[in-house]
């Protein structure tokens, strides 16, 4: 699209752009619309650098500099990249380049080593400037995108000579031949390095290795291997462990409660990461058990130890509801642009805080075996299937009374609730079922025996 003059589009990109974000509700939609803008925008700020630079094009200082570059095509990469560097775009400096070409300013070979320039220097911003932090694993796709950069303008200075006539048979006018240069130059490095990427990242991966973050949540902070000798310590790091799991299954429920007030979809790759540190965790605590000499145990820590991975599964399979389904629910409501009417949102906030209490109880009743507790955690079990069950009743007869326009939202909303109810359950299991089957409170199935 480089030779063609699409200034004329800019105004009606921009316009359209404006118009579609502000028919569309926040959502994917809207956020896809904003490319009219920015292709408006970038187009009338290329129009707008070609204009600037014209009056360049008559310098006298310009003509020595071209001229000096003629017989010098690595300082002319070497200036071009400098200059990429500096307008932080590769794109301006071959419209620059193309236009210097079609005034016949430079020869064909100084316009292709400046554009073998433009695309070495495009890849040092983000090697300068793009990587914070000292994690040398954040270096590897910068410095990747830069070794391949400078491969291929190697390559191009060698077959320079071979490529300028065969540019030149390709078009005759000198700014198509550019533009048709620097496509060139970009599919050749794809198409040679596609096949190489995987031994590739495998080198990026082993010279820049990925540094342990102390603040990881998904890296174990309790399980010391000394501990394996004395199983009542090792027992209680991985107690403290599991805790550590019901703390980040409550930030997944805030997550949620908050997004039934705001747009925070955002919290979507937050609630990703923590969803993975809780699998990752949820393996550390069950090989960190495996590991313990059963032989040297009481009965009471072989019991500890069977609570804790009971405690740890039901946790984890929380975690993946609130991620998969409720967190995932939300976005969608978001997305659509959907709205609960005040009545749902009142009966889901309430829900949800339940939710979040019968977390905590969990939790403290994992440290603190309370009969009494648990027998009030079992009991919210029935509660929550109640509110399921009326909540399907209701939407049940919405539809027959024809309130079909509402069938979306409240199926949605159902499985919103479905989702509070397999949390729940999962927090029943985890902390309340253990303890009341130890004292025989627990019916082995909630079947009418064959007999009765």
């Given at each position: 699209l480089l030779p063609f003059d699409?200034?004329?589009?800019?105004?009606?990109?921009?316009?359209?752009?404006?118009?579609?974000?502000?028919?569309?509700?926040?959502?994917?939609?809207?956020?896809?619309?904003?490319?009219?803008?920015?292709?408006?925008?970038?187009?009338?700020?290329?129009?707008?650098?070609?204009?600037?630079?014209?009056?360049?094009?008559?310098?006298?200082?310009?003509?020595?500099?071209?001229?000096a570059l003629a017989t010098q095509p690595v300082a002319a990469v070497l200036l071009s990249a400098a200059f990429t560097w500096a307008?932080?775009?590769?794109?301006?400096?071959?419209?620059?380049?193309?236009?210097?070409?079609?005034?016949?300013?430079?020869?064909?070979?100084?316009?292709?080593?400046?554009?073998?320039?433009?695309?070495?220097?495009?890849?040092?911003?983000?090697?300068?400037?793009?990587?914070?932090?000292?994690?040398?694993?954040a270096r590897r796709l910068p410095l990747g995108n830069l070794l391949t950069r400078v491969l291929g303008v190697l390559a191009g200075l060698v077959l320079l000579p071979w490529l300028q006539p065969l540019m030149s048979e390709m078009s005759s006018d000198p700014a198509r031949a550019v533009a048709n240069f620097h496509t060139l130059f970009n599919a050749v490095i794809a198409l040679v390095f596609l096949p190489l990427l995987a031994p590739y990242a495998a080198l990026l991966t082993r010279w820049l290795p990925k540094r342990a973050d102390p603040n990881d949540p998904s890296r174990p902070q309790y399980l010391d291997e000394w501990a394996h000798d004395v199983p009542a310590v090792a027992l209680g790091n991985a107690a403290r462990e599991a805790l550590r799991m019901a703390d980040m299954l409550q930030t997944l429920l805030l997550y949620a409660r908050a997004g039934f007030k705001r747009d925070n979809r955002h919290r979507m790759v937050q609630a990703r990461q923590l969803d993975a540190a809780l699998d990752k965790l949820e393996s550390?605590?069950?090989?960190?058990?495996?590991?313990?000499?059963?032989?040297?145990?009481?009965?009471?820590?072989?019991?500890?130890?069977?609570?804790?991975?009971?405690?740890?599964?039901?946790?984890?399979?929380?975690?993946?509801?609130?991620?998969?389904?409720?967190?995932s629910h939300i976005a969608k409501l978001r997305k659509q642009g959907w709205t609960f009417s005040p009545e749902q949102r009142a009966s889901l906030d309430d829900?949800?805080?339940?939710?979040?209490?019968?977390?905590?109880?969990?939790?403290?009743?994992?440290?603190n075996d309370d009969l009494r507790q648990a027998r009030a955690l079992a009991?919210?079990?029935?509660?929550?299937?109640?509110?399921?069950?009326?909540?399907?009743?209701?939407?049940?007869?919405?539809?027959?009374?024809?309130?079909?326009?509402?069938?979306?939202?409240?199926?949605?909303?159902?499985?919103?609730?479905?989702?509070?109810?397999?949390?729940?359950?999962?927090?029943?299991?985890?902390?309340?079922?253990?303890?009341?089957?130890?004292?025989?409170?627990?019916?082995?199935?909630?079947?009418?025996?064959?007999?009765?």
């Open positions: 699409l200034t004329s589009l800019a105004p009606l990109r921009i316009r359209s752009g404006v118009w579609l974000f502000r028919r569309y509700r926040p959502g994917r939609t809207r956020d896809l619309v904003r490319v009219f803008s920015g292709l408006g925008l970038l187009l009338l700020s290329l129009h707008q650098l070609v204009e600037l630079f014209e009056p360049f094009q008559t310098a006298p200082m310009l003509g020595m500099i071209l001229d307008a932080h775009s590769s794109v301006a400096v071959v419209v620059l380049v193309m236009s210097l070409a079609s005034h016949h300013m430079v020869a064909p070979h100084v316009a292709f080593a400046l554009v073998l320039g433009a695309n070495l220097g495009t890849a040092i911003n983000p090697m300068i400037e793009g990587v914070t932090g000292d994690d040398p694993a550390a605590i069950t090989t960190y058990l495996a590991t313990l000499d059963q032989e040297n145990m009481t009965r009471d820590d072989v019991q500890r130890m069977d609570d804790i991975l009971a405690f740890i599964s039901n946790i984890g399979h929380a975690g993946d509801i609130a991620h998969h389904g409720l967190l829900t949800l805080g339940e939710l979040i209490a019968n977390q905590r109880q969990a939790a403290a009743l994992f440290v009991g919210e079990k029935s509660r929550f299937r109640t509110i399921e069950t009326q909540a399907a009743d209701a939407h049940l007869q919405k539809i027959k009374g024809g309130q079909v326009d509402a069938a979306e939202v409240g199926a949605l909303y159902l499985d919103i609730l479905r989702d509070m109810k397999g949390i729940n359950s999962h927090l029943v299991g985890a902390a309340a079922y253990p303890l009341l089957a130890r004292h025989g409170e627990l019916l082995p199935s909630r079947l009418r025996e064959a007999g009765n």
